[in-house]
């Protein structure tokens, strides 16, 4: 039986958590679309290991942030725009953003039970979770259009389309240039290891109690270089809560999770 727990409430955390200024809504959004743009020009330069880097950095860092405060709608955009960005950024990385939106949101809903199709990889070994990465994003994709209503389908039919049309023009275009089907092969790759990095590491599938079922890491050079996304046991709790604020709210609630038995995991 899962055990539940009376959280301190938004008004009481402060409602300014759920606030952000233009310039950041800037950031987050311009983050994903420079380091795309980097690898392309330090791949015609042959620079090839700052272009390696720089889409690890989109993939592990960049991208992360920004694809999580569009799926919650955090940064404070018009809906319809708020659906253009999401499908924009995630398409970055060849990944359908509304039917990442449909299985995240189940994700928050449902975790650590075995019908969270995207949190289940918690409930394996790293092995396993390791292996489970290659197809996974089809495997998410199949579920997402099973559930996800008629408007989120027209979305991630469109979605789909760029997917497959980047993927056959990397290889059309592959006597000409390689480029393309590198950056092809690395965000691939990289989508591979997702399972483990956001859903094997960060939470603990057998624990009952909410407050224990992701952990919670306090530190200063980790969190920083992981543009805030290490505060993932606040964001489980306060998904309305955008990124940027993600440290301000673990300082306002560590007095609450201190009470409650919850030991952070200090990093650098």
Known sequence: MEERVKLPSIDQLGRDLLRIGPWQRVVSVVRPLAC????????????????????????????????????HRTLGFSPR??????????GLVLRSGHAFRVTHLCHH??????????????????????????????????????HARRDEKRWMTAEAVWVVSVIIASVVFLPQTKILLIYVLLVSVSSWLYPVATVWIPHRAEEKNVLFQTRALRGRIVPELFLQHTYHLEHHLYPSVPSFNWQKLAQRLDPFLARQGVKPIRTP
Request: zero cysteines.
């Open 36 to 71: 795309v743009a980097l690898y392309f020009v330090f791949a015609i330069n042959g620079w090839w290991v700052p272009a390696v880097a720089v889409v690890a950095f989109l993939m592990f860092i960049t991208y992360v942030s920004t694809s999580h405060d569009l799926l």
């Open 81 to 90: 725009i708020n659906e253009i960005v999401l499908s924009v950024i995630e």
């Open 109 to 146: 809903r449902h975790f650590p039970h075995h019908d969270d199709i995207e949190g289940r990889v918690a409930h394996l070994s790293l092995g396993r979770a390791l292996l489970d990465g290659i197809g996974n994003q089809t495997r998410l994709y199949i579920w997402a259009w099973k």
